[in-house]
């Protein structure tokens, strides 16, 4: 899909941006060094607030809040198809938005000349992105492929309406295709899962750094 290389190739571009020389020359600009900069720095500031706050609440609802409730009240096949469609969105969104976070947070701090702490910084943001990109271009396709033929499998044992696991593990013990399939997917879902919350560890870690920054 388009849109993925599209996400992909800003996701490189950023992290370009945050290892080149040419970041050295916009840091006077994006610090805000002179009157005619600080609107420009406050700008680019914006973008990185806005990204990372957007890309950070996102991930917490999605990961421990939203998923979780539909999965203990939807039909598990309607809940699977749901999150078919969510997942793609929510990973390209999380893309745009790490990927605004890297080239802002690149201007206001070049690695030549940053801290060991920004450069931390830099390093859990560019961690979320890969992250990401993971999920994005390699394990939730595959996750939802998996997905779909185990639905194809459920339905010729007329289960996946019901909330709940129960009647898939039931059918499994004398179904080894349907036994095979929830290994396969366990193992892809796993993967994804991971991925995401690798992602998730990384806005926690710029979190605490921002929240250090703060003067309320």
């Keep these: 899909m388009w849109i993925t290389r599209f996400l992909s190739v800003l996701g490189f571009l950023a992290l370009g941006l945050a290892l080149s020389p040419l970041g050295d020359h916009l840091r006077g600009w994006a610090a805000g060094k002179n009157a005619a900069a600080g609107g420009g720095a406050l700008a680019v500031r914006m973008v990185h607030l806005l990204g990372f706050a957007t890309a950070w609440g996102t991930s917490l609802w999605v990961t421990f809040i939203g998923g979780i409730i539909m999965f203990k009240h939807l039909p598990r096949h309607q809940f699977g198809n749901l999150q078919s469609k969510l997942f793609p969105v929510y990973f390209e969104m999380l893309a745009v938005c790490s990927t ?117």
């Design 100 to 216: 605004a976070c890297i080239g802002a947070f690149s201007l206001l701090h070049p690695w030549g000349s940053s801290t060991s702490a920004e450069k931390m910084q830099l390093g859990a943001l560019v961690f979320s992105l890969m992250a990401t990109l993971l999920n994005l271009l390699v394990f939730e396709p595959m996750t939802i492929k998996t997905m779909k033929e185990r639905h194809k499998i459920e339905r010729e044992e007329s289960i996946g309406e019901e909330v709940g696991l129960s009647k898939n593990k039931e059918a499994a013990k004398r179904n080894p295709a349907l036994a095979k399939i929830n290994k396969k997917f366990g193992m892809v879902h796993g993967l994804s899962s991971l991925a995401n919350l690798f992602c998730f560890g990384g806005f926690a870690v710029h979190s605490w750094y921002l929240a250090g920054k703060l003067a309320l």
